[in-house]
């Protein structure tokens, strides 16, 4: 099957299309024909070898795999599966191996769930990463109505439908983006955008809950919260990354604010949750740019160049 490899750590342009074996479904398993996936920060990441412990501890040697999410149609069920059945259309995640940008994907069901009936199957595979945004806001800030939140990075991936989710949960919502999607940020919901590039974080106010989606300069936002607040950070500095963890380690301990961290790993309930939300109405999926499978490159290049409206798109057929 076709799949997106790389043979060595680097730039996006080590990424290209390539042929795999296609998957068995073992026991307990399901097999999913991906109809499309998302380009994800930590993909990048991986890709540059930033992260190289993780990967090569799950993942020995090259070629390596992309992907984190997908969305498609189970084509096969393993046994001891109860759930799922041929021809559902679901999404989900891989878990924390890479891969989900290829034909097929073997999964357990506890990691996927159908999808809305009412979203196309590419729209659908810009918001499995919403489930991060859901444990952040809900699960671990606890964000009520009527309090003050902050979104660091308002038109990405986690953070428009952050924003969108704060919005839902009845707060007010101030998002940083660049300049040129400041309009678009302010549709989806938010009260307040200002340009991450120009404005200083000591010019922004004082929050009840800030949710970092970017990682740097991690200390200037936590010292926006007010008493009571809680800053989650779903990102670290990847060029600093033993300090940039080591500082949020220490919040838990150290000063007032503790910070939050967690790695998104979500699970079939997440998955029913984020759809409801979708089918309500709170939640919305925006592509930027659908790529086929040989652009996987182009793909990787135009988050790295920063700008995304929502996410990145790679069709399988």
Do not use: C
């Amino acid at each position: 099957m076709r799949a997106a490899l790389y043979d060595r750590y680097g730039p996006p342009e080590v990424l290209y299309e390539g042929t795999v074996p296609k998957p068995v479904p073992g026991p307990g398993e399901v097999l999913v024909r991906v109809h499309a996936v998302s380009v994800n920060g930590g993909e990048l990441h991986g890709r540059a070898g930033k992260v190289r412990l993780v990967t090569d501890l799950v993942e020995r040697g090259f070629p390596k795999r992309t992907g984190l999410d997908f969305a498609g149609e189970v084509v096969a069920v393993g046994r001891d599966v109860r759930g799922p059945a041929v021809g559902d259309r679901v999404w989900g995640l891989t878990g924390y191996r890479f891969g989900s940008a290829a034909e097929y994907v073997a999964v357990r069901p506890r990691r996927i769930a159908l999808a809305p009936a009412g979203l196309d199957l590419v729209e659908a595979a810009a918001l499995p990463v919403g489930t991060t945004a859901i444990t952040a806001l809900r699960d671990k800030a606890r964000l009520q109505a009527g309090e003050r939140l902050l979104v660091r990075g308002g038109s990405g991936g986690v953070g428009h439908v952050a924003v969108q989710l704060g919005r839902a949960f009845g707060a007010h919502v101030t998002a940083l983006a660049g300049a040129g999607n400041q309009d678009f940020v302010r549709d989806l919901g938010a009260d307040e955008v200002f340009d991450y590039r120009t404005t200083a974080p000591a010019d922004l106010g004082r929050f009840d809950v800030v949710l970092d989606t970017v990682g740097t300069a991690s200390g200037a936002y936590r010292r926006l919260l007010r008493p009571g607040g809680r800053m989650v950070a779903i990102a670290f500095d990847p060029d600093r990354a033993a300090a940039s963890l080591s500082y949020i380690a220490a919040s838990a301990v150290f000063g007032s604010g503790r910070v939050r961290f967690f790695s998104g790993n979500p699970t079939h309930r997440l998955f029913a949750d984020l759809t409801r939300y979708v089918d309500s109405g709170a939640i919305r999926p925006v592509v930027d740019t659908v790529f086929p499978l040989a652009d996987i490159a182009k793909a990787h290049r135009a988050l790295e160049a920063g700008g995304v409206r929502g996410k990145y798109v790679i069709r399988m057929f």
